[in-house]
């Protein structure tokens, strides 16, 4: 008896734990296909779900930047990289390249060129370097 009752205790206050972190996966695979399907507004709403749960995650944030990159919304996108780039992930190329041509887009190149430069000085890889020579031609600043 006591051994069922101490299963059930387990069970009750275990389970929540493990359903919300496997709630976070799910907003974020359902935002990843609904992204994939064009569905921009509502992969956003599955990601800020998502944020709800755990609001310091680097992947939501890059994942909403993305979408609204997509969007055409690049004011969106540059905040959510922005604080996804605070938040220190383990994808900051990705964050720095996404900042980057969101800025670009903006038409604020200098400022997407500062961030290809960070970006460089921590990473050596060719998403940095093409996007950086690319917004480096559209203001015709070629080193």
């Known amino acids: 008896m006591k051994k069922t009752l101490l299963l059930l205790l387990f069970c009750c206050f ?3 734990g493990v359903s919300q972190e496997t709630s976070f996966d799910q907003y974020i695979e359902k935002g990843i ?21 755990e609001p310091n995650s680097g992947t939501a944030h890059y994942e909403i930047a993305y979408s609204y990159f997509l969007k055409g919304d690049y004011k969106s996108a540059v905040k959510y990289s922005e604080k996804a780039i605070d938040l220190e992930t383990d994808n900051q190329l990705l964050n720095y390249v996404m900042l980057g041509n969101a800025l670009d887009m903006l038409g604020k190149r200098k400022k997407a060129i500062k961030v290809y430069e960070e970006a460089m000085k921590e ?20 080193d």
């Open 14 to 16: 275990a389970l929540p």
């Open 33 to 53: 296909a609904l992204h994939d399907a064009g569905n921009f507004e509502n992969a956003i709403k599955e990601y800020e779900k998502a944020l709800e749960l």
């Open 123 to 142: 990473f050596d890889h060719y998403l940095l370097s093409y996007n950086y020579a690319l917004t480096c031609l559209k203001v015709d600043k070629v």
